[in-house]
């Protein structure tokens, strides 16, 4: 092997301070943005064209999930990012199961590099049951999660590497994984909760970190159908004890979380109603120490939920790319 062959394989690991990028972030991502699980399944033409809309609408950021049956995380943000000029692209969250910690860093870095300031890395250690397909052991995640950021500081890399850095932030919803998210990242991006967590999230991670909790929204006015379409959606999710007993600990009882959801958690945790009712629901985050809300629109179908995102626009104030 000659010297240059050494060299190509030898690199060195970063050495930002990934909770110095809080404020960096919070800027770019601004206020409001999108939650689109539905992207995973979507073809990469639609996925681009609402990618562009969402974009066109104001908001800042376009979030997106990732689990075993559908895009891998990096590859589909680097099909948004392509598609797009501006908006920030996040994964929420990339699968720490699904990739090793090198893979992941090198990943970050070479979009980062390709799109500067333009993608966020969220990373989560999902559900026993989304891990256990995948062959792997679910039984410590908090220690899963801390190796696994161990093992991206400590990833060399010999690319060029992207200027600003890759921030990233970790799906974090009780006290401990919120901790590690403030001191091991520029914040918390919580999902599937209330105003009331985000304010005792804020009091946890304190005034510095970024906290971004996602909110899921029904632009209908009317109960019955409103509340028919949320509690379609908790479904799957009440099913999950990392949910169920994050609620419980919120002051949910097991009546609430039972069927599909009782009425009371379905209004809390799905912000339906007019265009106006549903942006006072995500006024609340922010009031309650939210530096940016993660926007998930119900809806059958993808043009659907770019509907509703389309009313909520200008009464969010995003101030469009016309």
Known sequence: ???????????????????????????????????????????????????????????????????????????????????????????????????????????????????????????????????????????RPLSAMRAYLDGLDAAPYAAPRPDPAVPRVLAALRPKMLELSRDRSAGAHPYLTTPEHTAQARELLGPQPLLAPEQTVVVDPEPERARAAGRAFLAAYLALPNYTRNLLKLGFDEQDVADGGSDRLVDALIAWGDAETVAQKIRAHHQAGADHVAIQPLSTTLDGQLVQLSELAPVLALGGRG
């Open 1 to 139: 092997m000659s010297d240059s062959d050494n060299t190509r394989w030898t690199g060195t690991a970063s050495t930002v301070d990934p909770t110095s990028l809080a404020a960096p972030t919070r800027e770019r991502i601004g206020a409001a943005g999108v939650w689109l699980g539905s992207l995973a399944i979507a073809s990469a033409r639609d996925g681009a064209a609402a990618a562009v809309e969402i974009e066109r609408l104001g908001y800042g950021a376009l979030w997106f999930g990732e689990t075993p049956v559908g895009k891998e995380a990096f590859v589909h943000a680097g099909q948004l990012l392509a598609a797009t000029e501006a908006i920030v692209v996040a994964t929420g969250i990339a699968n720490i199961w699904a990739r090793d910690a090198y893979a992941a860093n090198a990943a970050a870095e070479a979009l980062g590099e390709d799109h500067p300031g333009r993608f966020l890395l969220g990373l989560g250690v999902s559900h026993a049951p989304l891990v256990d397909v995948r062959g792997h052991d679910y039984g």
